[in-house]
C-alpha cells in the first residue's frame, strides 16, 4: 500500500503528521519514536511572538542598564553566556531534531501582529527546519478594527515571513472570516504554500470556587473534523496552496475523509495526547485495511475524489446540506402529548 504524498514540495513517506503537541514535540526522543511509529512529518511547538518580544526587552535592559551614569559603565555590557539571548533552545531544538530523525521538520512561529519578531523565520531556516508553519492566532477585541483591516493583518504577517526565508511557508488559520474562501484565496495569491485548517481557539472558563478566568484545553473528537472537512473540499484545485488538516483526527476513518475532501495531510495531536505516540501505527493500520477492501492502491489516488469538484451533487458541501439535515432529523424523544 502507498501512502506517500507530498506537502509544502516535500514528498512524506505517510500523510500523518504530528503537529505542535507540545508536551510530546519538545522531547527528541520522542520525534525519533513518532518516525519510528510512521510519522510522514513532525510539525514542532510553536515559538510565540511574546517570547521573542520579552526577550528583546530583556535584552535592551541588560545592555542599558546603568550606561547613563559614568562612561565607564558602558563597558560593562554582560556576557551572551550569562543570560539568555533569543530563541537559542528552540533553535538548537531544531538542530537536534533534523540530527536525530530523517523526516521533515517543520518550525512552528505563532504571532498576530506584523513586526521585526518575523527575522527569526530566517533563523529557524538557519537552523535546519524543511518548513515553516505561521500560526496567526488572533482574536481581534479591538471595537474600532475593521473586518478589512484584520485580513489584511495576515497578509502583512505572511508576506513578511515569506520575505525572510527561501522554505515553503504555510499558515494555519482560524475559520472566523466574513467570507472564508476569499481568505484563502488572498493568502494563496501573496505566496502561502500551504494553508493549514483549522486552528481551534480555546476558550477560556469560569473558575466558580475560586473566581478566576482560566485556560480550559479540551482535545479534540471526530466532530471537530467536520468544519476543516467542508472548507478542503470546497477550496481544493480551486487554490495554489497545499491543504492539511487538523483538528478531529483521531481514528483512519477520519483521516481517509479529510484525504478525500482534498487534504496533502491530516495533521494529529489530541489522539497522540489521548493515546500515545504509538497510535500512528493504528491510525496506520486502520488506513491500510479500508484502503485495501476498497482496492484503492495509494493515497494520491483517492486525494480530493470526494470534494466539491468531482461531488454529484455540489451544493452538498453548502446550504442545500444544512436544508436537508434539518428536515431529515429525528428527535430520540417521543411527545407526551
Request: glycine fraction near 6%; charged fraction near 20%.
Amino acid at each position: 500500500m502507498n501512502l506517500t504524498t507530498t506537502y509544502l514540495g516535500l514528498t512524506l513517506r505517510s500523510p500523518l503528521v504530528p503537529s505542535a503537541a507540545a508536551p510530546l514535540t519538545e522531547d527528541i526522543d520522542n520525534i525519533k519514536r513518532m518516525e519510528d511509529a510512521g510519522a510522514g512529518a513532525v510539525v514542532l511547538h510553536s515559538l510565540f511572538e511574546e517570547q521573542l518580544v520579552h526577550e528583546k526587552f530583556e535584552l535592551h535592559h541588560h545592555l542599558t542598564y546603568g550606561t547613563d551614569s559614568y562612561a565607564e559603565s558602558l563597558t560593562f555590557f554582560p556576557e551572551p553566556e550569562q543570560f539568555h539571548v533569543g530563541p537559542e533552545v528552540y533553535l538548537e531544538h531544531i538542530r537536534k531534531a533534523k540530527e536525530s530523525a530523517s523526516i521533515p521538520i517543520i518550525a512552528s512561529l505563532n504571532g498576530y501582529t506584523p513586526g521585526g519578531w518575523v527575522e527569526y523565520a530566517q533563523l529557524m531556516q538557519q537552523a535546519g527546519a524543511d518548513a515553516i508553519e505561521l500560526n496567526v492566532y488572533y482574536v481581534p477585541t479591538d471595537f474600532n478594527l475593521t473586518g478589512a483591516e484584520v485580513e489584511q493583518n495576515y497578509i502583512d504577517i505572511l508576506r513578511d515571513v515569506k520575505s525572510e526565508v527561501t522554505i515553503p511557508v504555510s499558515i494555519k488559520l482560524s475559520p472566523y472570516f466574513s467570507n472564508f474562501a476569499n481568505m484563502a484565496k488572498r493568502l494563496d495569491d501573496a505566496g502561502a504554500d500551504g494553508l493549514v485548517l483549522f486552528n481551534r481557539f480555546y476558550q477560556p472558563d469560569i473558575d466558580l470556587d475560586n473566581l478566576e478566568v482560566y485556560p480550559h484545553l479540551i482535545l479534540s473528537s471526530p466532530q471537530d473534523a467536520r468544519l476543516p472537512m467542508r472548507w478542503i473540499a470546497i477550496l481544493y484545485s480551486r487554490i495554489g496552496a497545499d491543504l492539511a488538516a487538523t483538528s478531529g483526527v483521531q481514528k483512519g476513518q477520519d483521516a481517509l475523509k479529510m484525504l478525500m475532501a482534498g487534504a496533502k495531510i491530516t495533521q494529529i495531536c489530541s489522539a497522540l495526547l489521548r493515546h500515545g505516540i504509538e497510535h500512528i501505527q493504528v491510525i496506520e493500520q486502520e488506513m491500510c485495511h479500508w484502503m485495501e477492501e476498497h482496492e484503492y492502491e495509494s493515497v494520491q489516488q483517492m486525494q480530493g475524489s470526494m470534494s466539491q469538484m468531482y461531488c454529484p451533487d455540489s451544493s452538498a458541501f453548502e446550504r442545500a446540506q444544512y436544508m436537508k439535515a434539518i428536515q431529515t432529523f429525528t428527535p430520540e424523544f417521543t411527545s407526551a402529548f
